[in-house]
């Protein structure tokens, strides 16, 4: 494999050259060269923001060829392999910490509640042998009283807890509302009911990920989505003439270049395949595909360059076919023109901009097109006094902005440029540098042609789930790696920052004082989004860590923008750290895995992006706006289901406990038993087994009164006991009651030695049991009329 890869490599360059012991190696050449004079190359773990593909062939000291073959690296075309970085060293495992095992706040709770009963049991020991006054071995009567009262700790527990909580998950898979739904752990669903932050991705989680063309601005005339036939007319005029137009400054001209610009600057390849469902065609497809209109879709690295290609289309002018070396573009009038790709600049995160010198096969001229963001083109292009303002209103409406500007070359200009730029590829030190210093003596004075603003769309029903998240208590956090105004924008139109609320623009800080004056400053603003970038937050939280968490938690939303994916699981610690409530971080791709893991409660969504995000969550959901019901019903239900099983399972045990307690102070401390062994096994497990678990059906408000009123996620009421804890009896409920009562009946036939039933059958004992069970559960029954007519919880009103 690796041997093909070269020899494919050296034939570009066009030498025929004997080589033995090939090894390719992706990296820094220059480097490896330094370090590893004798060939000897080992994997080194370089920076992940600063890659430099490159190949690197033992035995060849022609460095010349080598430059020349790690210069020809990205190609397009057919490709017989390529060698890259795999496993540890990929960017995508670099990014991702560890996952570390969840337990849910509830289980903390119930261990602590755990080691206080067993100081109780050891308490209540001790008080049984004291009172009997440490008659003759006493240490033997208080290990005795510590087995009689050991059932004040609740084994059984974990046991309920652990299949209550396969029981919440199958319920979320089965719910029909929200379809597709996966639980891939069954210890944490309880979290889902206790949430206080809520850490979101942007792009695909917010927002659908499909970008739509809204909006192109001339300077002094803009179109958007109900104008665009003035442009198709505009463009099929200008190719309906039989030369270009004279007039360079009309407003038809300008559309003219600006579509001619769009449509020829980009990455964008156009792809035809076959719709014919016929098994037998399949050869024949692949020999003559069908070029029509209806099979052509478009590949890119980026959805905004699909987008732009796209609407270049719908207004007439189509990207119909792509190689290494020419593009053709099909004009209104169905000719196609050709244009010669002589240099391509791809975009990167540094320089922000994407450039390509083509040449026109009909007229010769050679044209330098470049986009990118207004940030970068703004010193690129010639003085104007629009772009800047017309840049902020796209971004406050939400859209995503490109500039995009021409320059035409003379055949000398571009010569010179291309000698200038081979010898700085040629270079073995500093190469980048040389290159980029080549490509920047051609951006200069370019013409802006126009300004184009598209929009990502956002995800289904967004608006109101974050409302709905919003009024049950729960603090939303974005946190994103787009830039401040798309970010401020999206956090505006998806009403994560509400219609009334200020925001407050951190200001970029780089030193301890610029950071103190800002927190300053922020903290005299009251019930203000804050939207911050991640170097700021970096400088914040290197030098003012403790109160910078303090003031942004006061914030009803916050903004991170520019955030790398380490830096997301950072935040998340830190509210976990700081705070000390329960976070929830849901994303859609492999850049929010990290955030996800760290989080208490993980929800990746399945979208556009793979499903890395989805597997590595703890609960994995199709669409944002079934987060909703999750929380709410679920994650509700799943909360006040445990706590009240959690403390009915404490209550069985307290009750026995305490009839022990009583029944040996009767009988002078005596350490004997009150019931025989195999009744004290059964009480703990058959009797009372139905009953309790049957508490994960309860549920005191209908799904859709939840929903409605979110404001109910905040309450949750305490137990007295199981029958007074029952908001909605379900029929399975009922069969439980009987299948212990069964049970009981039962035991009588088998255990004849344990039960006296002569005693049993009379009515001395029925009248004494049901009088023992009135004194019980009638002052209960009392307490809680009383407590639900002076003191009715949050949903009796619903109810009613």
């Given at each position: 494999?690796?041997?093909?890869?070269?020899?494919?490599?050296?034939?570009?360059?066009?030498?025929?050259?004997?080589?033995?012991?090939?090894?390719?190696?992706?990296?820094?050449?220059?480097?490896?060269?330094?370090?590893?004079?004798?060939?000897?190359?080992?994997?080194?773990?370089?920076?992940?923001?600063?890659?430099?593909?490159?190949?690197?062939?033992?035995?060849?000291?022609?460095?010349?060829?080598?430059?020349?073959?790690?210069?020809?690296?990205?190609?397009?075309?057919?490709?017989?392999?390529?060698?890259?970085?795999?496993?540890?060293?990929?960017?995508?495992?670099?990014?991702?910490?560890?996952?570390?095992n969840k337990v849910g706040l509830l289980d903390l709770e119930l261990n602590q509640l755990t080691k206080a009963l067993f100081l109780a049991l050891v308490a209540l020991s001790?008080?049984?042998?004291?009172?009997?006054?440490?008659?003759?071995?006493?240490?033997?009567?208080?290990?005795?009283?510590?087995?009689?009262?050991?059932?004040?700790?609740?084994?059984?527990?974990?046991?309920?807890?652990?299949?209550?909580?396969?029981?919440?998950?199958?319920?979320?898979?089965?719910?029909?509302?929200?379809?597709?739904?996966?639980?891939?752990?069954?210890?944490?669903?309880?979290?889902?009911?206790?949430?206080?932050?809520?850490?979101?991705?942007?792009?695909?989680?917010?927002?659908?990920?499909?970008?739509?063309?809204?909006?192109?601005h001339l300077g002094t005339v803009s179109y958007g989505t109900d104008t665009m036939d003035e442009i198709q007319s505009h463009i099929i005029n200008s190719y309906s003439q039989?030369?270009?137009?004279?007039?360079?400054?009309?407003?038809?001209?300008?559309?003219?270049?600006?579509?001619?610009?769009?449509?020829?600057?980009?990455?964008?390849?156009?792809?035809?395949?076959?719709?014919?469902?016929?098994?037998?065609?399949?050869?024949?497809?692949?020999?003559?595909?069908?070029?029509?209109?209806?099979?052509?879709?478009?590949?890119?690295?980026?959805?905004?360059?699909?987008?732009?290609v796209q609407w270049t289309e719908s207004v007439g002018l189509t990207l119909v076919n792509r190689d290494l070396t020419s593009m053709q573009l099909k004009t209104p009038g169905?000719?196609?023109?050709?244009?010669?790709?002589?240099?391509?600049?791809?975009?990167?995160?540094?320089?922000?901009?994407?450039?390509?010198?083509?040449?026109?096969?009909?007229?010769?001229?050679?044209?330098?097109?470049?986009?990118?963001?207004?940030?970068?083109?703004?010193?690129?292009?010639?003085?104007?006094?629009?772009?800047?303002?017309?840049?902020?209103?796209?971004?406050?409406?939400?859209?995503?902005?490109?500039?995009?500007?021409?320059?035409?070359?003379?055949?000398?200009?571009?010569?010179?440029?291309?000698?200038?730029?081979?010898?700085?590829?040629?270079?073995?030190?500093?190469?980048?540098?040389?290159?980029?210093?080549?490509?920047?003596?051609?951006?200069?004075?370019?013409?802006?042609?126009?300004?184009?603003?598209?929009?990502?769309?956002?995800?289904?029903?967004?608006?109101?789930?974050?409302?709905?998240?919003?009024?049950?208590?729960?603090?939303?956090?974005?946190?994103?790696?787009?830039?401040?105004?798309?970010?401020?924008?999206?956090?505006?139109?998806?009403?994560?920052?509400?219609?009334?609320?200020?925001?407050?623009?951190?200001?970029?800080?780089?030193?301890?004082?610029?950071?103190?004056?800002?927190?300053?400053?922020?903290?005299?603003?009251?019930?203000?989004?804050?939207?911050?970038?991640?170097?700021?937050?970096?400088?914040?939280?290197?030098?003012?860590?403790?109160?910078?968490?303090?003031?942004?938690?006061?914030?009803?939303?916050?903004?991170?923008?520019?955030?790398?994916?380490?830096?997301?699981?950072?935040?998340?610690?830190?509210?976990?750290?700081?705070?000390?409530?329960?976070?929830?971080?849901?994303?859609?791709?492999?850049?929010?895995?990290?955030?996800?893991?760290?989080?208490?409660?993980?929800?990746?969504?399945?979208?556009?992006?793979?499903?890395?995000?989805?597997?590595?969550?703890?609960?994995?959901?199709?669409?944002?706006?079934?987060?909703?019901?999750?929380?709410?019903?679920?994650?509700?239900?799943?909360?006040?289901?445990?706590?009240?099983?959690?403390?009915?399972?404490?209550?069985?045990?307290?009750?026995?406990?305490?009839?022990?307690?009583?029944?040996?102070?009767?009988?002078?401390?005596?350490?004997?038993?009150?019931?025989?062994?195999?009744?004290?096994?059964?009480?703990?497990?058959?009797?009372?087994?139905?009953?309790?678990?049957?508490?994960?059906?309860?549920?005191?408000?209908?799904?859709?009164?939840?929903?409605?009123?979110?404001?109910?996620?905040?309450?949750?009421?305490?137990?007295?006991?199981?029958?007074?804890?029952?908001?909605?009896?379900?029929?399975?409920?009922?069969?439980?009651?009987?299948?212990?009562?069964?049970?009981?009946?039962?035991?009588?036939?088998?255990?004849?030695?344990?039960?006296?039933?002569?005693?049993?059958?009379?009515?001395?004992?029925?009248?004494?049991?049901?009088?023992?069970?009135?004194?019980?559960?009638?002052?209960?029954?009392?307490?809680?009329?009383?407590?639900?007519?002076?003191?009715?919880?949050?949903?009796?009103?619903?109810?009613?």
């Amino acid at each position: 494999f690796v041997n093909s890869c070269s020899d494919w490599l050296i034939n570009i360059c066009r030498r025929k050259k004997e080589l033995k012991a090939r090894t390719v190696w992706l990296g820094c050449p220059e480097k490896c060269e330094e370090k590893y004079p004798k060939n000897a190359i080992k994997n080194q773990k370089y920076n992940i923001f600063t890659f430099i593909p490159g190949v690197r062939l033992m035995n060849l000291e022609d460095k010349e060829m080598n430059s020349q073959l790690y210069s020809k690296l990205t190609v397009r075309g057919t490709v017989i392999g390529v060698v890259i970085y795999t496993g540890k060293e990929t960017r995508s495992v670099m990014n991702t910490s560890n996952p570390k095992n969840k337990v849910g706040l509830l289980d903390l709770e119930l261990n602590q509640l755990t080691k206080a009963l067993f100081l109780a049991l050891v308490a209540l020991s001790v008080v049984m042998v004291t009172l009997q006054g440490f008659v003759g071995p006493w240490y033997r009567n208080l290990f005795r009283f510590l087995l009689l009262f050991s059932y004040i700790i609740p084994i059984s527990l974990r046991v309920n807890l652990d299949m209550g909580k396969a029981a919440y998950g199958w319920m979320i898979m089965k719910d029909d509302n929200i379809p597709g739904t996966v639980v891939r752990t069954s210890t944490i669903p309880e979290e889902l009911g206790r949430l206080v932050y809520l850490l979101t991705d942007k792009t695909g989680t917010l927002t659908q990920n499909e970008m739509i063309f809204k909006r192109l601005h001339l300077g002094t005339v803009s179109y958007g989505t109900d104008t665009m036939d003035e442009i198709q007319s505009h463009i099929i005029n200008s190719y309906s003439q039989s030369s270009a137009p004279k007039v360079r400054k009309s407003v038809s001209s300008r559309i003219h270049e600006a579509v001619k610009a769009i449509a020829l600057c980009h990455n964008v390849t156009p792809v035809y395949e076959s719709r014919a469902g016929v098994s037998g065609e399949t050869e024949y497809a692949e020999v003559d595909q069908d070029f029509s209109d209806e099979n052509r879709a478009y590949q890119a690295s980026s959805p905004d360059e699909v987008a732009l290609v796209q609407w270049t289309e719908s207004v007439g002018l189509t990207l119909v076919n792509r190689d290494l070396t020419s593009m053709q573009l099909k004009t209104p009038g169905g000719h196609i023109l050709t244009y010669y790709i002589l240099q391509i600049f791809p975009f990167t995160s540094e320089s922000k901009r994407m450039g390509i010198i083509v040449r026109d096969e009909s007229s010769g001229e050679i044209t330098f097109y470049m986009k990118g963001a207004d940030v970068a083109m703004s010193t690129i292009v010639q003085y104007n006094d629009w772009l800047e303002e017309e840049c902020g209103n796209m971004a406050r409406e939400g859209l995503r902005t490109l500039v995009v500007a021409k320059k035409s070359l003379t055949e000398e200009q571009y010569q010179d440029f291309e000698s200038r730029y081979n010898q700085a590829k040629l270079s073995i030190h500093d190469r980048n540098l040389k290159v980029a210093a080549v490509v920047e003596s051609l951006e200069r004075e370019m013409e802006l042609l126009c300004l184009t603003g598209v929009e990502d769309q956002l995800q289904a029903d967004v608006r109101p789930t974050l409302e709905m998240l919003r009024n049950a208590g729960i603090k939303i956090w974005m946190l994103t790696g787009d830039k401040l105004e798309t970010a401020t924008c999206i956090a505006k139109s998806s009403h994560l920052v509400s219609r009334t609320q200020d925001i407050h623009i951190f200001r970029p800080v780089t030193t301890r004082g610029e950071a103190h004056l800002e927190l300053n400053a922020f903290r005299r603003k009251h019930d203000c989004a804050l939207v911050i970038s991640g170097d700021s937050l970096e400088v914040c939280l290197k030098y003012y860590e403790h109160e910078f968490v303090e003031l942004a938690c006061q914030c009803p939303a916050v903004v991170c923008c520019r955030c790398s994916p380490t830096q997301k699981a950072h935040i998340v610690k830190l509210l976990q750290h700081h705070t000390g409530k329960r976070t929830c971080a849901i994303g859609d791709g492999g850049n929010d895995v990290s955030m996800i893991q760290a989080a208490d409660c993980g929800i990746g969504i399945e979208g556009k992006e793979g499903k890395q995000a989805s597997l590595a969550a703890d609960f994995s959901i199709t669409q944002f706006k079934h987060i909703g019901r999750l929380l709410m019903v679920h994650g509700r239900n799943s909360y006040k289901r445990s706590a009240a099983l959690g403390q009915f399972v404490m209550h069985r045990g307290l009750i026995i406990s305490t009839m022990q307690a009583v029944f040996s102070s009767v009988f002078y401390f005596a350490s004997v038993p009150l019931y025989q062994g195999f009744l004290m096994v059964g009480y703990a497990t058959i009797y009372t087994m139905f009953p309790v678990f049957s508490l994960v059906l309860d549920q005191d408000v209908k799904p859709e009164m939840a929903l409605l009123y979110p404001e109910l996620y905040k309450d949750l009421t305490k137990l007295l006991m199981v029958a007074l804890t029952i908001r909605t009896w379900h029929w399975l409920m009922v069969v439980a009651e009987f299948l212990s009562l069964g049970c009981y009946v039962a035991s009588l036939a088998f255990l004849n030695e344990y039960f006296d039933v002569a005693f049993i059958t009379t009515v001395t004992f029925l009248w004494k049991v049901s009088a023992i069970t009135v004194v019980s559960c009638l002052p209960l029954y009392i307490l809680k009329y009383l407590k639900r007519k002076f003191s009715p919880p949050s949903y009796s009103k619903l109810t009613s």
